[in-house]
């Protein structure tokens, strides 16, 4: 019986998996929870901060931020790992325009 070098090597390789792996699955769900509950609270609000006057994607930021900003006690980076720049801030800016672009269209 031959054993294959690269088999051997993959099979190594997986048994070798940092246990951080699973880890980071957690964080990576509370991640999207919390830009999951960021989109909803932005669309919760919207028509309220297009009633408010807001009209640019700044603006919209701006808002939703001190609006439905997660806590920092969401965001540590225990609970939900290294959050990509901007990430929250194009969950609010696509939600936004998402609704812009539905009122609109009515």
């Known amino acids: 019986?031959?054993?294959?070098?690269?088999?051997?090597?993959?099979a190594l390789l997986l048994a070798t998996v940092p246990l951080s792996v699973?880890?980071?699955t957690g964080q990576n769900e509370k991640l999207r929870q919390v830009v999951s509950n960021l989109k909803a609270c932005v669309r919760g609000y919207a028509?309220?901060?297009q009633a408010a006057g807001v009209q640019t994607t700044g603006d919209a930021v701006d808002f939703f931020i001190?609006?439905?900003?997660?806590?920092?006690s969401d965001l540590a980076p225990e609970n939900v790992g290294a959050?990509?720049?901007g990430m929250l801030r194009i969950a609010i800016r696509d939600e936004w325009a998402a609704f812009i672009e539905e009122t609109h269209t009515r």
């Open 66 to 72: 001190k609006t439905c900003g997660p806590s920092l």
């Open 22 to 24: 699973s880890a980071q």
């Open 1 to 10: 019986m031959r054993i294959c070098p690269l088999r051997t090597a993959i």
């Open 83 to 85: 959050i990509p720049p």
């Open 47 to 49: 028509a309220t901060a």
